[in-house]
């Protein structure tokens, strides 16, 4: 089931080098029967400018969300969204995106939520791949598959909710990635979008949390750093403990999972994607200010 591992000798330093590719081996295998590339990113005209050949786009915010209840689509709405996008179980699927994957990631976390057996991620993400000047184009696929099923949807392993997380902060390792000011308690502006006040009613960070950068997992052209910095980055931190991420919307959390969880190896690490956003409004809910 799914397509041979990306070879590539700078994988082999990563503890699950099967979920990233490098984009020499994504370019060679476009066209690859049973290699489905989806393109998701926070500003979704970006697909329409050009993009990865073959790629089809999944708008995270329209295709995987239900804005009524704030989770995501069910089991059945995953299937036909599947079968429109023409990706059946057996499919190797290859996940970028724009800002360093950010988005990219959280679809990929989705998809891992449900199930999929072989979904991968490109390093560097989209703006790697202009940065190399690679092909791209304008087609957009229009093959539709059937059939994909979804035995039901994982909400434990890789995810936690509010009312588990209340009872258990104080146990866990909890890592916060927004900016350090939101993290003190200092503004409630995002500094991961500026020009928005995120609408929460308190700021802060959940007592006992660490406070991390994203980019410290990151180069500047988005690619992951080495193992060797990884380790060096989170030193201070403890791989055996069980491990919750959180930020203002689940993004950044999603991001540093995947860091922890597949670059790293780190078994036990669940996102909150809940985040700042839920506990920030919460009636009485526990939060600290200042610096760790």
């Avoid at 059945?76 to 800002?99: A, C, N, P, W």
């Avoid at 403990?241 to 540093?256: D, E």
């Amino acid at each position: 089931m799914g397509i041979e591992v990306d070879p590539s000798p700078q994988l082999e330093q990563y503890a699950h080098r099967n979920k990233l590719v490098t984009s020499a081996w994504l370019g060679a295998k476009l066209g690859t029967p049973g290699l489905k590339v989806i393109e998701s990113n926070e500003d979704s005209l970006l697909y329409d400018i050009g993009h990865i050949p073959t790629a089809n786009r999944i708008n995270w915010a329209k295709h995987l969300n239900d804005p009524v209840t704030r989770d995501f689509i069910t089991a059945d709405q995953f299937e036909t969204l599947m079968d429109e996008k023409g990706i059946s179980r057996h499919d190797t699927v290859v996940v970028y995106g724009d800002r360093s994957n950010l988005w990219a990631v959280y679809t990929l976390w989705v998809f891992e939520l449900f199930g999929h057996p072989d979904v991968r991620l490109l390093d560097g993400g989209r703006d790697a791949w202009m940065q190399e000047e690679k092909e791209t184009s304008y087609d957009v696929p229009t093959h539709t598959t059937s059939g994909y099923k979804v035995s039901q949807r994982d909400d434990r392993t890789n995810r936690i909710f509010v009312d588990e997380l209340r009872e258990i902060y104080s146990d866990v390792q909890l890592l916060d990635m927004r900016g350090v000011e939101e993290f003190a308690g200092n503004t409630l502006r995002s500094q991961a979008d500026p020009e928005r006040t995120v609408s929460v009613s308190r700021a802060g960070h959940i007592p006992g949390a660490h406070n991390i950068a994203m980019n410290t997992s990151l180069y500047p052209n988005s690619r992951f750093r080495t193992r060797a910095d990884l380790d060096r980055a989170h030193q201070e931190l403890d791989p055996h403990k069980p491990t919750v991420t959180y930020c203002t919307s689940g993004a950044r959390a999603a991001h540093q999972w995947f860091t922890l969880k597949h670059l790293m190896g780190w078994e036990n690490v669940r996102v909150y994607d809940g985040s700042w956003i839920e506990w920030g409004n919460m009636v009485r809910a526990p939060i600290a200010q200042g610096n760790m």
